[in-house]
Every structure is written in structure tokens, then in C-alpha cells.
T-cell receptor, first 112, second 115 residues
Framework: SQQGEEDPQALSIQEGENATMNCSYK?????LQWYRQNSGRGLVHLIL?????REKHSGRLRVTLDTSKKSSSLLITASRAADTASYFC????????????FGQGTTLQVKP | DVKVTQSSRYLVKRTGEKVFLECVQD?????MFWYRQDPGLGLRLIYF???????EKGDIPEGYSVSREKKERFSLILESASTNQTSMYLC??????????????FGPGTRLTVT
């Protein structure tokens, strides 16, 4: 019952370029979250956007949400080699349990 | 800082063994989760708990059980380990009813190999 699908599956860019990752989901959500995972480690929460919000910023991160298209995008500006990681979107569709459904992730490689 | 710890980073077990994976969080979170992560399949929820002694099945509970006797500790049990349970296991916790909206905090993961 995977909710989120991410695109692209893999992305390779040069340092300084922007990276954009997309996430689509199937049913109505309460919020959508983005997480980062360095190789072999746990996930780290990056940003949360609620269903009534359209855009959110955090440092070099910009997240948009289009509920009519059931999609979100994560933009990392001026990327650095340290941004190399996998990025996952996760959707919260129930206000009672706190459960999230994760997408399969986008693997980002930033070349120095 | 929220800290979620898992008992082992790497674990090797034999087929048929009973395996315990332990997770402890130090932020008084109500919710705790166990996921497994496999290449190409993303994170899949095995079980979650929203209170002490309370649990609910996730998407792939078969072959697993859980225990939550204390609020800070959530254990995942493989009753009889099989090779198809070789995976990365991730524990997470979150506040219930948080104004932050259920941000989850993850442990470092346990890479389990069943031979």
C-alpha cells in the first residue's frame, strides 16, 4: 500500500547546481514530509508541509505541495557534495495514528 | 536532541533462531515504529505502537511480533528467523498529537543477516 512514488530514482549533478526531486501520492493527506538518509544510516527529518500549505522553505531547501495534482517537489539549491544521500517523501494520511507511508526514495549524488 | 538508539548496528543470526531487536527513545514519545528497508522497496512498516502495551500491525507483520512494556522501549521479535528477513531494520518514534505533525525520529538502523 505504498503511497508515495518518487521521481527520479537517481540523480547525479555537479556541486553548485540545483537538485529537484518529485513525489506523487494517491489519497488525501494531512501533511507530507521529506527525509534524508545517508548511506547505511537512519533517516533524518528535513521538512514538513501541511495540506493547506503550498510552499515551505528551510535554508537551501524549498518544498512545494500541489494537492490538486497530489504531488510535491523538493528543491535543494546550490548543492554540495555533503548533500549526497537518499531523499524520501512520506505522507501522513491519518490524524489519529501518526503513521507515515514512505516513497521509494531518490538517490542524489553531488559531484565535487 | 531526540535520541533513538538501537541495540545493534550489525547482527548475524542463523535460520530458525529467535531474534530480538531493541529500540529505546529518550524523549517520552507516545508512538514508536518498526520498519524494514530493502533495496527498491523503500521503507515498509512492520508494526507500530501508540502507547504502552498497545500495538498495531503495519503492512508486513508476518513473521514478526513486538513488545512494548515501557514507554521508552519497543522491541521487535523474529520468532524464527528466515533468510528472507535479511534486511535493514529501522526504529522510529514520534509525539502523538504534536503540533509539528508527527515528525518521526529514527535510530541508526540494524542490519540483520540471516544465514
Amino acid at each position: 500500500s505504498q503511497q508515495g512514488e518518487e521521481d527520479p530514482q537517481a540523480l547525479s549533478i555537479q556541486e553548485g547546481e540545483n537538485a529537484t526531486m518529485n513525489c506523487s501520492y494517491k489519497t488525501s493527506i494531512n501533511n507530507l514530509q521529506w527525509y534524508r538518509q545517508n548511506s547505511g544510516r537512519g533517516l533524518v527529518h528535513l521538512i514538513l508541509i501541511r495540506s493547506n500549505e503550498r510552499e515551505k522553505h528551510s535554508g537551501r531547501l524549498r518544498v512545494t505541495l500541489d494537492t490538486s495534482k497530489k504531488s510535491s517537489s523538493l528543491l535543494i539549491t546550490a548543492s554540495r557534495a555533503a548533500d549526497t544521500a537518499s531523499y524520501f517523501c512520506a505522507t501522513s494520511y491519518s490524524s489519529n495514528t501518526g503513521k507515515l507511508i514512505f516513497g521509494q526514495g531518490t538517490t542524489l549524488q553531488v559531484k565535487p | 536532541d531526540v535520541k533513538v538508539t538501537q541495540s545493534s548496528r550489525y547482527l548475524v543470526k542463523r535460520t530458525g533462531e529467535k531474534v530480538f531487536l531493541e529500540c529505546v527513545q529518550d524523549m517520552d514519545h507516545e508512538n514508536m515504529f518498526w520498519y524494514r528497508q530493502d533495496p527498491g522497496l523503500g521503507l515498509r512498516l512492520i508494526y507500530f505502537s501508540y502507547d504502552v502495551k498497545m500495538k498495531e500491525k503495519g503492512d508486513i507483520p508476518e513473521g514478526y511480533s513486538v513488545s512494548r512494556e515501557k514507554k521508552e522501549r519497543f522491541s521487535l521479535i523474529l520468532e524464527s528467523a528466515s533468510t528472507n528477513q535479511t534486511s535493514m531494520y529501522l526504529c522510529a518514534s514520534s509525539l502523538e498529537g504534536s503540533p509539528k505533525g508527527y515528525e518521526q525520529y529514527f535510530g541508526p538502523g540494524t542490519r540483520l543477516t540471516v544465514t
